[in-house]
């Protein structure tokens, strides 16, 4: 994750761009005028969607974006150029053809129930003008694009011209090109990198019942071959993803209560080639693709994805290794600010954890059980001297961060060197800070920064003096 931190790739997209706007009301009455509600609108709304949902996500990410399309010569246009502009995108690539109306789709919201939707737009292909005028445009930027993505919602910008034209175009200057195909026929995306399609979409367009691993490899193998392309893949919703690569690799996802899946796609594809862009193989880019997948299906309507979300996921999931869950101060600060900025209950607990025992993680599971995140931080070696004495710790720092980091009740391990760790709480500010029951009656550090102080029974009998003195006192 540090790495895709650090990347900045150029990624170009390519398709239907068009507004998604929304009227939000109430609807308490019928029209005296016809058998239907009246919608008293409170609020309007509008985001990009259609390919500007993969560009929204690209920048979330923290690329740099281009886009091409087609516009009319409309009001719509000329809104849609200043959101794009309004995020940073770059627009040289916008063309606008005659006659030609920009997508918007307007939907009627009342009690948080779509009733109606309306659409402005054109679907016919566009013109073999628009086609050179794209081709034009998009040439004299090709030397520091990374990635080319074609996001086709089947209104007529990604035709069989311009398809290949880019394609070709693109393989001349050895950029990989990645679909998002529409339709069945995918011979126009011939000679692509890879597609992705999801299995009723690869079912529809192979004319192969995906039901089996069997049935998989072998759509798979079709797509490769009948449209060149150097990998397949197929996204398979809760089952993850097929990618073929030489053989067939399918990389699960993980359990995630699902809100809404719309614009889970244009998460997937702008997170492939963002991750392949900065470097990533396609098994860490798979394997990033349904993180990132995981939590845009958590979230209600259209919505995109940033590297601390899919980073908080990652780790609430324990699939990184311990590494991942060791943070730094400033780390922690960002992490915390983004937890609470989406309403999760902060925990926070210190200690020396020495030698980890039952005790130990016991009480560390029922500080988990007050919060949404369980903070640990842990007194580095030095500190742990000063209250100990000499000969402890009988593990080092990075041992004892490391170990913590792997127990499934602890989300962030932080070292720290002071005596206590009062400028730690102070910029955690928990939503609860836990101690150990001996702490009954006492001061404890910390507290004026959190909400609520909890004090957890350690179990009888269990420390790490009594592990130690057990161990010098047994014989070989």
Known sequence: MQALKKANPNILVIGDLMIDHYLWGSAERISPEAPVQVVDIAKESSVLGGAGNVVNNLISLGATVNVASVVGDDEIAKELTIMLKSIGVKTEGLITQAGRKTSKKSRVIAANQQILRYDKESKETISSDSVSKIITAIEKDLFV????????????VISDELSQAVITLAKSKKIKVIVDPKGTDYSKYRGAHMLTPNKKEASEATQIEIKDDDSLKAALLSLKEQCDLERSMITLSEDGIAIYDGAVKRFATVAQEVFDVTGAGDTVIASIAFALSAGLSIEETARFSNLAAGVVVGKVGS???????????????HQSNSDAHIKSFEDIDRIVKHAKEQGQRVVFTNGCFDILHVGHVKYLQEAKSFGDILIVGLNSDASVRELKGPTRPVNVEDDRAYILAALDAVDYVVKFSEDTPHDLIKMIAPDVLVKGGDYEGKKVVGTEFSKVLKLVDFVDGKSTTKTIE???GSTC
């Not at 694009?145 to 209104?155: A, E, P």
């Not at 919505?303 to 999931?317: G, H, N, P, Q, R």
């Open 470 to 472: 057990k161990i010098q």
């Open 303 to 317: 919505a995109t994805v940033t590297l601390d979300e899919i980073e908080i996921y990652e780790s609430k999931l």
């Open 145 to 156: 694009t990374d990635m080319i993505i074609l996001s086709d919602y089947g209104k007529g």
